[in-house]
């Protein structure tokens, strides 16, 4: 965990961040001077600096966009993150292989027990489900909030409808298996963390499709922050005369955004003792899961995550690892192991050292985010992406300040991992068709071929008029969370590849 900066060293930070420009011509006295005075104590008053070339519209906007700044919050991570940089850190190691459930060792009678843990703590109503859904679909050709994407399936359902619909199975499995004859229903709380550039189209998308069958009440939207984009040396970007440049403070501003909006404290009202965290954009993503949820359970600890095995040793996918001899288990980024660390194996094991792939599959305890949240904010250290920033002066040099959802776990005083299969709970959607990996086609596939082996294992057959690789069947979220219960449905029928099989 970093250490805070001390106040000799922030100043010093703060006094080489400053560079002299001319006063803003806004006379003594004027209703606006304050809101200068204060800009000049953090040394942000260059913000002013074409305010004689202002329409009066364009000052009110200008003074608006000021004043709904946190100065002192957005000065303190500028700072401390500045600061934090090229700080030694300790050395990494291998994750202890007493950290990991891996699929390997898992017995019949450990998923079994998970899954009935599970499944009571759900219909308990011990469990509430964030989705990070700041995202748009940019990168796939669309404008529209990464989760209205419809990746090709048969069905034509949207990644929301995927995901509403696999809450909706849980729910019913739950209450089939613990209700003993009681009617009462069970309801998993969906906490959807949205951008301001996607909030009120998600929130439309959910209206107009009745929620998907869910309660609207059991919904909650909230936003995640934003930070001004920043140059090298601290100061504020102008994206245009009159408004800063902004950016989504990252996935891992969730941590934040759920304190300021109180839902900790919705959580807590609601008898939540357990938070499952995901992704949009993956299809595969198994929402609310029992099994999980179980071990997380068994296991006592203070957060948990998926892992899937790197592919291959130069993958450039994040890994956890555990920072010092002793220490917390965190992610590192690919870039952070060299050729020799990332091909190194265990002689025991047969796998690379360095093998656990992070996913953005989290369970947390509700206790543990507000630790996660308050020291987030106390600390406030962010990363520092360098990115071309549109500014008064075109594309510029300067950094996004951002935290990222594993940020957390260097806060926990235990993480457990759990190995799951790539091809069972991982189809990523990044990239446009066309692309070479984690596309909305890839993504397609991997969802048929695995419902495919669901439907023969239960007994079903399949015709298809084009390759098998190439096409499959889709099951409903509906009518199976994991491939259970599709006997009745399944055995002795044959069904024409592709399709969707539902209730």
Known sequence: ??????????????????????????????????????????????????????????????????????????????????????????????????????????????????????????????????????????????????????????????????????????????????????????????????SPFTHEPTQKFFDSHKYFGLEPDQVTFFQQGTLPCISKDGKFIMETPFSLAKAPDGNGGVYAALQSSRLLEDMASRGIKYVDCYGVDNVLVRVADPTFLGYFIDKGAASAAKVVRKAYPQEKVGVFVRRGKGGPLTVVEYTELDQSMASATNQQTGRLQFCWSNVCLHMFTLDFLNQVANGLEKDSVYHLAEKKIPSINGFTEGLKLEQFIFDCFPYAPSTALFEVLREEEFAPVKNANGSNFDTPESARLLVLRLHTRWVIAAGGFLTHSVPLYATGVEVSPLCSYAGENLEAICRGRTFHAPCEISL
């Open 1 to 194: 965990m970093m250490k805070e900066p001390t106040t000799t060293e922030i100043e010093e930070i703060g006094t080489s961040a400053v560079t002299t420009m001319p006063p803003p011509s806004l006379t003594t006295g004027s209703p606006h001077q304050a809101l200068v005075e204060r800009l000049k104590d953090y040394g942000q008053e260059d913000v002013f600096a074409l305010w004689d070339e202002l329409s009066p519209e364009e000052r009110d906007l200008l003074l608006r966009d000021i004043e709904n700044l946190d100065l002192p919050r957005i000065d303190r991570i500028t700072r401390c993150s500045l600061h934090s940089q090229g700080l030694p850190v300790a050395a990494i190691e291998p994750v202890p292989e007493n950290c990991v459930s891996t699929v390997d060792e898992r017995t019949k009678e450990d998923r079994e027990k998970w899954w009935r843990m599970g499944l009571k703590a759900i219909y308990e109503g011990k469990l509430g489900v964030v989705l990070l859904s700041g995202g748009q679909g940019t990168r796939l050709g669309s404008s529209d909030p990464k989760g209205c994407y419809n990746i090709g399936l048969p069905s034509g359902k949207s990644l929301f409808q995927i995901q509403a619909e696999r809450i909706l199975c849980v729910q019913r499995l739950a209450a089939q298996a613990m209700s003993e004859g009681s009617t009462r229903p069970v309801t998993i709380q969906w906490y959807i963390m949205t």
